[in-house]
């Protein structure tokens, strides 16, 4: 599965973006499709993830702003991150499980201003 994320760029502090991750197959029946990020000097860490049956969970420091959603007749995942903070400046990817196997997508920097 290859995994194109995009939607990065630099935004002023509560504001808005969206991200998307295409994905090169169907995205019906992959168990879940995640969004991660990771900050200079910092680990990668979990922000969002939905499964095929459309459950989500979300890192507690998102949980209200930001809104993990799909689009099977795309292909395609979606981050809406509102209210943003400068903490949330980072590499954002995209992640997903298929057959037991994970499957990364390249980095989407995103940079928010204070």
């Known amino acids: 599965v290859q995994l194109q994320a995009s939607g990065g760029g630099l935004v002023q502090a509560g504001g808005s973006l969206r991200l998307s991750c295409a994905a090169s197959r169907s995205i019906s029946n992959i168990n879940f499709m995640a969004w991660y990020r990771q900050a200079p000097g910092k680990q990668r860490d979990l922000v969002a993830r939905i499964t095929s049956g459309g459950n989500t969970v979300y890192a507690e420091d998102v949980k209200g702003r930001f809104i993990i959603s799909r689009d099977t007749a795309k292909n395609t995942v979606y981050l809406q991150m509102n209210s943003m903070k400068p903490e949330d400046t980072a590499a954002y990817y995209c992640?997903?499980?298929?057959?037991?196997?994970?499957?990364w997508g390249q980095g989407t920097l995103v940079t928010v201003s204070s």
């Open positions: 992640n997903c499980q298929y057959n037991f196997l994970p499957y």
